[in-house]
């Protein structure tokens, strides 16, 4: 090979590296994140600009700024304090994350199976208003950000299975007829 090819393949080696490290960056800092807005106390959802973030990373330190608050366009001028708590619990603010942990260990309040793993993409996670006549669930994504802790603190977890037929119960009740659970111990052929 000729030193041209040499440089070719190094410069698009070194090109890849600064992809992936972009890339790396975003992901890390996209998505939505609850913070305690430092103006009015109160649990409000933001988002960090990911692009700047990676950019800004790949200078060497990361520069963190809003893309998005629950509070604008009315204070979009705010000086971002907020960034202090991002910059304090990177992961712990994600939403993600806070729905996660409060899923940990949990059973379906209606079957009553473990909610094992979740599923962000497909089976998004749900929950049920125990308050509610009717067992109204709700999917996790749903729910504003900003009022996600008021909705974990009220409602319980249910598994995918479950909120599924929930919400065709309520959108199709002609077409569900509700059985008794068979108790086989009554089976008289035993």
Same mark, same amino acid.
């Given at each position: ?7 070719? #393949? ?6 890849? *590296? ?37 950019? /800004? ?5 990361? !520069?963190?700024?809003? =893309?998005?608050? =629950?509070?604008?366009? +009315?204070? @979009?001028?705010?000086? @971002?304090?907020?960034?202090? @708590?991002?910059? =304090? $619990?990177?992961?712990?603010?994600? #939403? ?13 309040? #209606? ?10 993409? !497909? ?5 049920? %208003?125990?308050? /509610? *006549? %009717? ?10 950000? +900003? &009022?996600?802790? %008021?909705?974990? $603190?009220?409602? !319980?977890? #249910? ?6 037929? +929930?919400?065709?119960?309520?959108? &199709? ?7 008794? *659970?068979?108790?086989? /111990? $009554?089976?008289?052929?035993?």
């Amino acid at each position: 090979m000729t030193l041209g090819t040499y440089v070719i #393949i190094a410069l698009v080696v070194g090109v890849a *590296a600064l992809v992936g490290w972009f890339l790396r960056g975003y992901l890390k800092q996209r998505g939505d994140r609850l913070i305690t807005c430092p103006e009015t106390l109160t649990n409000e959802a933001v988002r960090v600009d990911a692009g700047h973030a990676a950019v /800004s990373g790949l200078m060497g330190h990361t !520069e963190l700024k809003l =893309s998005n608050c =629950s509070r604008w366009p +009315e204070r @979009q001028g705010c000086g @971002q304090e907020c960034l202090t @708590q991002i910059k =304090s $619990a990177p992961d712990g603010c994600m #939403i993600r994350t806070i729905v996660a942990k409060w899923y940990a260990g949990k059973t379906c309040a #209606i079957c009553g199976r473990p909610v094992g793993e979740l599923e962000w993409m !497909e089976h998004v996670p749900a929950m049920l %208003d125990p308050r /509610s *006549a %009717d067992r109204t669930t709700v999917a996790w994504d749903a729910v504003p950000p +900003e &009022r996600i802790l %008021d909705v974990l $603190a009220t409602h !319980e977890p #249910i598994c995918w299975n479950c909120h599924v037929v +929930e919400v065709f119960r309520h959108q &199709r009740p002609d077409l569900v007829i509700d059985r008794p *659970a068979f108790d086989d /111990s $009554a089976d008289p052929r035993r």
